[in-house]
């Protein structure tokens, strides 16, 4: 196998972590506690990242549409947010992981907001990992923001307001849609759909996420780059 993870670490992966609720449930335990082992999912796979020729990881956390949840439910995962970032921010500074926080903030609580800052400041330095958490998020509503604030609308400048293309894309919780997650940036995306619930993702789910990648050709439109024949080859 070609040892893709370490010679190239320029990408950007979003991943859609989707089925804690299924998860806990599955367990005859609350939604919290698959939320709850969702964020060590998220421990696992920003460790392994780097490792894995990963520059930037976005990953989407709670949507603009999830505010439709029960009441109880998005308190308690507001919460969780706050609570990972005030307790992760000095792992992340340990690790050069510079955290940054994307999406809608005049909806979140003033203790999110105020835990936000602190990590982005703190971990501002950072250059191993870029890590982007979406919360309040909709790619609809971020297109629509950017190209207000745009005097000249053109593709590069939205792609400077909006981020990076993405490479690779993850769905876990067997489920196949984008969920209004970076649509403009994943544009040329590669999708992975993967059954399993994100609780359970880990290391080697990533990388064989990864490995699919690797094995794809990308051709952003154009024709596939003939292949020499094999006697062709023999005398070069
Ligand atoms: C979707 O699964 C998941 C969410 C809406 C929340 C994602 C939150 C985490 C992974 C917690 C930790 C995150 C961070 C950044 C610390 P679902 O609840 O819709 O699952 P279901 O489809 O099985 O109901």
Same mark, same amino acid.
């Given at each position: 196998?070609?040892? *893709?993870? +370490? !010679?190239? !670490? !320029?990408?950007?992966?979003g991943i859609i972590m989707d089925g804690n609720g299924r998860w806990a449930t599955a367990r005859g335990l609350p939604r919290l506690a698959g939320h709850e082992a969702g964020a060590e999912a998220v421990n696992r796979v920003v460790e392994a990242a780097p490792g894995c020729g990963v520059a930037v990881l976005?990953?989407?956390a709670f949507s603009s549409d999830n505010w439709s949840r029960p009441k109880k439910e998005v308190a308690a995962l507001m919460r969780l947010f706050a609570? *990972?970032?005030? @307790?992760?921010?000095?792992?992340?500074?340990?690790?050069?992981?510079?955290?940054?926080?994307?999406?809608?903030?005049?909806?979140?609580?003033?203790?999110?907001?105020?835990?936000?800052?602190?990590?982005?400041?703190?971990?501002?330095?950072? !250059?191993?990992?870029?890590?982007?958490?979406?919360?309040? *998020?909709?790619?609809?509503?971020?297109?629509?923001?950017?190209?207000?604030?745009?005097?000249?609308?053109?593709?590069?400048?939205?792609?400077? @307001?909006?981020? $990076?293309?993405?490479?690779?894309?993850?769905? +876990?919780?067997?489920?196949?849609?984008?969920?209004?997650?970076?649509?403009?940036?994943?544009?040329?995306?590669?999708?992975?759909?993967?059954?399993?619930?994100? $609780?359970?993702?880990?290391?080697?789910?990533?990388?064989?996420?990864?490995?699919?990648?690797?094995?794809?050709?990308? @051709?952003?439109?154009?024709?596939?780059?003939?292949?020499?024949?094999?006697?062709?080859?023999?005398?070069?």
């Open positions: 196998m070609r040892d *893709y993870f +370490t !010679s190239q !670490s !320029s990408l950007h992966v976005t990953l989407f609570c *990972y970032l005030e @307790r992760e921010t000095a792992r992340c500074v340990e690790n050069g992981i510079r955290l940054e926080v994307i999406g809608r903030r005049d909806r979140l609580s003033r203790k999110l907001l105020a835990a936000i800052g602190k990590a982005e400041r703190a971990t501002a330095g950072g !250059s191993a990992l870029r890590l982007r958490i979406a919360v309040d *998020y909709s790619a609809r509503d971020a297109i629509l923001a950017a190209a207000r604030g745009l005097p000249q609308l053109s593709r590069e400048s939205l792609e400077v @307001r909006l981020g $990076p293309p993405v490479d690779l894309l993850i769905r +876990t919780g067997g489920e196949q849609r984008l969920s209004d997650f970076m649509l403009w940036e994943c544009a040329y995306a590669e999708l992975v759909f993967a059954r399993r619930m994100w $609780p359970d993702f880990d290391a080697a789910d990533l990388a064989s996420a990864l490995q699919d990648f690797h094995c794809r050709e990308r @051709r952003f439109g154009a024709v596939p780059v003939p292949s020499v024949r094999r006697e062709e080859a023999w005398l070069d």
